[in-house]
């Protein structure tokens, strides 16, 4: 069966290749197929519309075509095919104008690739003919900058109805959950990288954190709109890759990394989590940053440093009660375990700060009292062995004494 | 005995293995958290001494404190071995061997043993000598092995109706064996690690199904401690958590052209584990001789470990590298270091010893500098050369492997100052390793064991070739200077352990060279004078005595237990009917400690009476030719592990008996 309809299907490009040189037009630009040297490749491709908007698109490649759907299409014309996308993916019904059609490399805006590079592929040998059979469908996605908090909106905003969505079979309702995801890890990732140095990003992209999560809840519980099952199927397993796996992944390591949970409250409000800084974090960071301005004015001489002539000590003598409340609340902080990174890192430049730049650790070292112990100590072994092989050949003496005179 | 009867037996060894090895890693549970939470305490209360102390100038607090704890818990330690049991002292592994090679160490197995040896491992591993858990953890699977195998305890007077048939020596030996290898299991987490081990130290008395029952024995321990650990470490039940490889997961690769600095660095390793053997013997001489009164034993342990917190103190305090706080994650002592940084040196000396070879191992380039290694490792050296050999239990393996790390990563720095974009060179903990596997291989000379041991505790079968070769140079080169550590505390114990093979340039001496002669025999019926008069003779305390008939021909063997329970039993031809014989389980019961001749009260009348040892006696003992040359002798006791060996003439008339003592002199002293 499926390697008759294979056949088929070879034939049929061919055929058109030859027969089909179809001119290029201005709406939905349908498939290829390229003929390379002994390979042939049928390519399905979907199109936007203008284009001037290709440059505000961003591609966006899903895998479409299985071979479960070339058994449905088994036998039918390219009628029935528009018509069998239609009847998946009823709302979309201005696409599907999709034919086998040899690629035209002439627009600008369908720009010729080589398959192997965009493409998001499925390939089946032909054992006999030596040919390859490819497909891929191309959707694009609106690229937003502002995310909306609500699912919905952020649904309609992003995917405008003009927009093919129905190739492939992924259907709307996911399609919905995967551009959801993608905005709210690519702005989490966005936080976290713009607040790196220095490292904010725990107080910062709190929210976004959680909206990865809960968004990520959803495609897990795998309930959509209309109650629709199936998604968390082919969103996250339905090929050898898992993106959305794997970024989720990157976005809970760099969080759990950081142990950034600890400078938070988690409460929970309509069932999302709430994040609220902690106290002791608030209180820390404002400490440390009052320690931070302290150094900064001195250094910067804002404060007059006439009164001596050193001007670290100055530093050091102004600013010490700040640093040790600081520090102690640390070290405080620390024994409860409730640490996370941004506290951590802004404590260790304080620290380096305090250190290295102005010099005021204050270490006493008493060298006498320690310096003798270690000479009593270092005394102790050479008396005891002397003494012990003193002893013994005083004694061996004695024996020795006692056996002549017995 | 019926078939069925025979099978109980069967099942019963299978029984017994699972029994020692669920033990022997319960108690290395009990060993590894007493002594990781006695560390965490002292040091816990050293350093907040030496936090109050630095900004107010009162150092030498912090350093008293500690040399007291110190002084104090390894007291404990020497105070058990000294009045309790001195066999307890060292390493154990020595006494296991003797013990495997078929001599009779006496009390090595006993349970005060086991106790002396469980309690001072703890408090002198954690009391900060220079010592590692790991031997006294085998020596104690062993005691555990003999004592579960013979289904009593004498000390406690308990003796349970199991395991009846396993009370002689033969089959204790066997059960010792899976015990050593569940100890070495628990100790390194290395199960084929610990049937090797058995296998290189007893392969005497190897067979193939005593194989597999000490693997099923040694993984059981080694899964059991685990378990428990991985709960410890708040990962229940995940038995395969990395935390639990022993020395860390190293996940590095090498390159080809490496093994030849590999190599060199197995020749460092055998130089200076010969010069560690060497050290080490000329002071145990020095305290055998002069240091011999057991007061003076204790006295000499806490000066030891006094100095060594003294030294491993001003170490941190002299050692000018402090690290940004985080690269240890075990380590946060700030010491004399600016704020945010900690002293690099308390990362090995502020933890258990075992995560001190961790943090050699694996934390990353920077943060050891090449002074703070050299500061480290040359003290350490002499002072676990000093350690080694004193009246409390004390491990060879950590010292030596904490030493090879730390040159071992000076080699790795040095390797990366040549070459400091190379791909290779980033990498010191393959350094680290192999320099701890060259430095271990020098001083103990064990070959397969160790290196599975050290490829187990690694995780990382690759390194396998590098380890393997470094571990035979570092054997080669040492063995070229001295013995292994271990035959040289055997040797100076002077017992006698047969080596491997037969004495070299021997193939020429003969029974009749060799033997003692001549033997004392006994008759096949005797007087019950004539018996006592051989017992009592205090110049032949001998364990066994040939048995001749009224032709002084030889017709067997008895052992001198079996001769002293027929006496107390009263077992005379006069006194009892013609089919009143002892049982079997009669002398098993009195095994292994028998009694004195002294408490046997023989009237005058019972004097004049006759003892039939014919039913008794071994009548087919095994027994050699006068002319058999001296290697035969000696594969006929390596192999079977034999006591004596009673020595016939062509009349077959027993000519004199030849002992382990008669051959193990002729190898050593045997020229002059």
């Not at chain 2, 308990?158 to 066997?174: I, S």
């Not at chain 2, 084929?192 to 058995?198: A, K, T």
């Not at chain 2, 053997?277 to 001789?289: E, L, M």
């Not at chain 2, 004193?390 to 790795?412: K, T």
Request: a neutral charge; charged letters at 20%; one cysteine or more.
């Amino acid at each position: 069966m499926e390697d008759m309809y294979l056949k088929f299907l070879a034939e049929k490009c061919r055929s058109e290749s030859k027969n089909n040189a179809m001119p290029f037009e201005e709406t939905l630009q349908p498939s290829a197929i390229l003929s390379e040297s002994d390979t042939s490749i049928c390519i399905q491709e979907v199109h936007s519309e203008k284009a001037s908007d290709v440059a505000h698109f961003e591609a966006f490649e899903e895998k479409s075509l299985s071979l479960q759907n070339i058994e449905i299409f088994q036998n039918e014309t390219d009628a029935t095919f528009t018509h069998m996308s239609n009847n998946v993916f009823p709302q979309s019904e201005n696409d599907g104008n999709s034919t086998f059609i040899s690629e035209v490399d002439d627009s600008e805006n369908v720009k010729r690739r080589n398959s192997h590079e965009g493409y998001n592929m499925l390939a089946t040998k032909f054992p006999d003919k030596n040919i390859t059979k490819i497909s891929g469908t191309k959707y694009v996605k609106y690229k937003t900058s502002a995310f909306n908090s609500s699912f919905n909106e952020f649904w309609v905003e992003v995917v405008p109805e003009t927009v093919n969505v129905a190739e492939g079979r992924v259907p709307k309702e996911c399609m919905k959950f995967l551009f959801a995801f993608s905005n709210a890890t690519s702005d989490f990732i966005d936080c976290a990288v713009t607040n790196a140095r220095p490292l904010h990003y725990c107080q910062k992209c709190a929210e976004k954190y959680v909206k990865v999560q809960e968004i990520y809840k959803l495609i897990f519980k795998d309930v959509s709109e209309g109650g629709m099952k199936g998604c968390k199927e082919l969103i996250l397993r339905a090929d050898n890759i898992q993106v959305v796996l794997m970024t989720y992944d990157f976005v809970t390591s760099i969080w759990s990394k950081s142990t950034c949970d600890n400078c938070f409250n988690v409460s929970y409000k309509n069932h999302t989590k709430v994040y609220n800084v902690t106290k002791e974090a608030k209180l820390l960071l404002k400490k440390i940053n009052n320690t931070m301005d302290c150094f900064r004015d001195f250094a910067s001489g804002i404060f007059p440093s006439n009164q001596t002539s050193d001007s670290n000590s100055t530093v050091c003598t102004m600013c010490i009660n700040l640093y040790c409340d600081a520090n102690d609340l640390y070290d405080q902080i620390e024994r409860d375990k409730l640490l996370c990174s941004d506290l951590i890192d802004s404590m260790n430049y304080t620290r380096l700060d305090w250190g290295k730049k102005y010099n005021c650790t204050i270490a006493v070292i008493d060298k006498g009292e320690v310096w003798i112990i270690t000479a009593i100590v270092c005394f102790l072994p050479i008396m005891f062995y002397v003494g012990a092989w003193l002893c013994k050949t005083k004694c061996l003496c004695h024996s020795q004494v006692v056996e002549t005179e017995s | 005995m019926s078939h069925r009867q025979w099978k109980c037996i069967q099942i019963q060894r299978w029984l017994i293995c699972v029994l020692i090895g669920i033990t022997t890693g319960l108690v290395a549970v009990i060993i590894n958290i007493s002594i990781i939470q006695l560390t965490e305490l002292k040091m816990k209360i050293v350093t907040q001494a030496i936090e109050k102390c630095v900004k107010s100038a009162c150092l030498y607090q912090p350093l008293l404190i500690w040399i007291t704890i110190n002084a104090g818990l390894v007291m404990i330690a020497a105070l058990l071995t000294v009045f309790v049991a001195p066999v307890a002292a060292g390493s154990g592994i020595p006494q296991i061997k003797c013990f495997l090679n078929g001599v009779k160490v006496p009390n090595v197995v006993r349970l005060k043993t086991f106790f002396t040896k469980v309690v001072g491992i703890i408090a002198s591993v954690s009391g900060g000598l220079a010592v590692g858990k790991e031997g006294p953890m085998i020596h104690a699977g062993a005691v555990l092995a003999a004592g579960i195998s013979q289904g009593r305890s004498i000390t406690f007077k308990l003796t349970f109706p199991l395991f009846e048939y396993f009370r002689n020596d033969r089959e204790k030996r066997d059960f010792v064996c899976a015990g050593a290898a569940a100890g070495v299991a628990a100790a390194f987490g290395a199960p084929v690690g610990g049937v090797l081990f058995s296998l290189e130290e007893a392969s005497s008395f190897w067979n193939q199904a005593l194989t597999w029952r000490i693997f099923l024995c040694s993984i059981l321990s080694s899964y059991s401690l685990n378990f428990f650990m991985s709960l410890y470490h708040h990962h229940g039940g995940d038995l395969a958590y990395p935390g639990l490889i022993n020395f860390g997961k190293f996940e590095g690769t090498y390159e080809g052209f490496e093994l030849p600095i590999f190599f060199f660095m197995g020749v460092i390793g055998g130089l200076l584990g010969a010069l560690f053997n060497a050290i080490n013997h000329k002071i145990t001489i020095f305290r055998n001789k002069y240091v011999t009164i057991r007061f003076l034993k204790v006295v000499e342990v806490i000066i030891v470990s006094v100095v060594s917190a003294t030294i491993a103190f001003m170490m941190m305090f002299l050692s000018a590298q402090c690290n940004p706080l985080g690269q240890d994650i075990n380590v946060d002592l700030q010491f004399l270091c600016e704020d945010g940084q900690y002293n690099t040196m308390a990362s090995l000396f502020f933890t258990p010893p075992e995560d001190s070879v961790k943090s050699l191992f694996h934390d990353p380039l920077g943060s050891f500098q090449p002074l703070t290694i050299i500061i480290f490792v040359l003290p350490y050296f002499f002072v676990a050369c000093w350690t080694y050999g004193l009246q409390v239990p004390s491990g060879l393996f950590i010292p030596a492997l904490l030493i090879g790390a730390a040159w071992g990563r000076l080699i790795g720095i040095c390797m990366n100052a040549i070459c400091p974009d190379c791909l290779w060179s980033q990498d010191v903990a393959k350094y680290a390793l192999i320099g701890a596997a060259a430095q271990l291989g020098g001083t103990v000379r064990m070959t397969i064991s160790l290196t599975v041991i050290l490829i187990e505790a690694t995780g990382n079968i690759s390194y396998s070739l590098p380890l393997m070769t470094v571990l035979m140079i570092a054997k080669w080169v040492g063995d070229f200077f001295n013995q292994g550590i271990y035959d040289k505390h055997v040797h100076l114990a002077k017992v006698p352990i047969l080596e491997w093979e037969p004495p070299p340039l021997s193939i020429n001496i003969h029974a009749r060279e060799v033997m003692g002669t001549p033997a004392v025999t006994v008759r096949e019926v005797c007087l019950v004078k004539d018996i006592c008069r051989v017992l009592s003779d205090p110049h032949n305390c001998h364990s066994g005595y040939p048995v001749t008939n009224e032709e002084g021909k030889f017709r067997g063997f008895v052992l001198r237990s079996q001769l002293l329970i027929l006496l107390k039993h009263k077992v005379f031809m006069e006194r009892s009917g013609p089919d009143d014989r002892l049982e079997l389980a009669v002398f098993r019961d009195s095994y292994p400690r028998y009694f004195p001749l002294s408490i046997v009260n023989v009237s005058e009348d019972e004097q004049r009476c006759h003892i039939d040892i014919r039913p008794y006696l071994n009548p087919a003992p095994y027994t050699i030719s006068e002319r058999a040359s001296l290697p035969r002798i000696f594969r006929l006791f390596r192999a079977l592990g034999l006591r004596h060996l009673v020595v016939v003439n062509d009349n077959f008339e027993v000519v004199g008996i030849v002992t382990r003592k008669d051959i193990w002199k002729w190898g050593h002293h045997g020229k002059s």
